[in-house]
Every structure is written in structure tokens, then in C-alpha cells.
């Protein structure tokens, strides 16, 4: 009998491997936050940021073929700090219904003492990391194909966004809050089959 093709990570990740942890034979991650910071900013990613390779594309490594298309290397970041107002809500999320489903910071802080970041956001009325919003407006080509939101898609952070529209309703929301604004030149994204999402993926976890 033959036995079942083993799938390899390379196979599964072709588009962003270059991106990708160092992991073992079994897909566990082996590298650390800071060698692989170090590594993006010696080898593709030398314009990152920090907190966006660390925050996105290191902590959520499952959910970085979502966006590959979108060509991480033309990517530029601004730290900004906005008016609560200017937030988007759930109409920059690729699913809304995931934050009308986080909205509920009072009573997630107080049926779990272990949801830390419900309870530092309610707290402290604004997160612990900016959240990363892609402003899109100069690729409208790729909306309609990767469902991307306009005029700023959430990249990372949809729990905190979430948790910030419920600050919002309970009126505890500071009055400003950082941001990463990534932008990237239409003519850098490049729109694959082979790396578009897939089924049963979803970056709305994070």
C-alpha cells in the first residue's frame, strides 16, 4: 500500500517562505522574535519596522499568504497618532462580523480574568501596540479579487479595533490612538492564484 504524500511547509507557504520563521521538521518556529526581525532587516525586509514584523508577519505567520500578493518588499510604514473619530470600525475588516462579535470588552473583561487585553484596553481605554491599517486607495485593482476593504483594509489588530468600538459605546475610549499606516505602489502587488487565500483561512483571528 502506498503511503500518503506528506505535504512539506515549502509546498504549503511557497509564496511567503522567504518571509516565513525558521521552523523544524514539524512546523513549530525555532527562531525568535529578535533573530528573525534581525534576519527580515539584513535580508527581503530591510524598510520594516519592527513592530509590524514582529506584531504581523512573525506572530501570525499562518495568515501571511493572505496578503503576499499585495508584495510585502514594496511596502512603506508611518507611525501616526488619530483621533478616536477617525478610526474605521467594521467596515475595514475583511470579516465584519468578527467585530461585531469582539465588541463586548466590558463583559469578556469580567467572564475571564485571563483576557488580559480586554482588561489593559479597558483599562487604559486604547491597546498595547498600534494595529496596522493598509490604505488602499492606490490599488483599487485588487478590491474586488482579495476583498479588500476601502479606504483602509485591517491588516492586524482586529481585536483591538474590535475592543476599541466597544470603549467607544462604554465612552472610554482615549482621545488618541497610534496607528501603522502601510502603503505600497500599485505597481509592486503582484496577483497570483498560487497565493491568493485559502479556503478556510482567515486573518480575522489576530
Known amino acids: 500500500m502506498n ?28 527562531e525568535t522574535e529578535s533573530e528573525y526581525i ?12 519592527t513592530e509590524p514584523l514582529k506584531e504581523w508577519l512573525f506572530r501570525h505567520a499562518d495568515q501571511m499568504d493572505d496578503y503576499a500578493f499585495l508584495g510585502f518588499e514594496g511596502f512603506e510604514f508611518e507611525l501616526a497618532t488619530w483621533c478616536v473619530g477617525q478610526f474605521p470600525g467594521r467596515e475595514a475588516f475583511r ?10 470588552v466590558e463583559d469578556r473583561a469580567a467572564a ?4 488580559w487585553l480586554a482588561h489593559y484596553m479597558l483599562k487604559r481605554g486604547t491597546w498595547n501596540t498600534p494595529i496596522i ?11 474586488h479579487e482579495a476583498k479588500l476593504k476601502s479606504p483602509y483594509h485591517l491588516l492586524e489588530g482586529h481585536r483591538r479595533l474590535s475592543l476599541l ?9 482615549r482621545a488618541r490612538h497610534s496607528v501603522w499606516i502601510a502603503r505600497r505602489p500599485a505597481r509592486t502587488a ?17
Not at 165 to 173: C, S
Request: charged share 30%; glycine share 8%.
Open 3 to 30: 503511503e500518503r504524500p506528506i505535504i512539506t511547509f515549502e509546498e504549503v507557504h511557497p509564496a511567503t517562505l522567504k518571509y516565513q520563521p525558521r521552523r523544524d521538521k514539524h512546523s513549530r518556529v525555532v
Open 38 to 49: 534581525g534576519r527580515m532587516h539584513a535580508g527581503p525586509l530591510p524598510n520594516w519596522p
Open 95 to 104: 470579516d465584519e462580523g468578527f467585530c461585531d462579535s469582539f465588541q463586548d
Open 112 to 115: 475571564d480574568q485571563d483576557d
Open 133 to 143: 491599517l493598509l490604505d488602499n486607495r492606490g490599488i483599487r485593482e485588487f478590491h
Open 165 to 173: 468600538q466597544g470603549l467607544k459605546r462604554l465612552g472610554k475610549a
Open 190 to 206: 503582484v496577483l497570483s492564484t498560487a497565493i491568493r487565500s485559502k479556503p478556510g483561512t482567515s486573518a480575522n483571528t489576530i
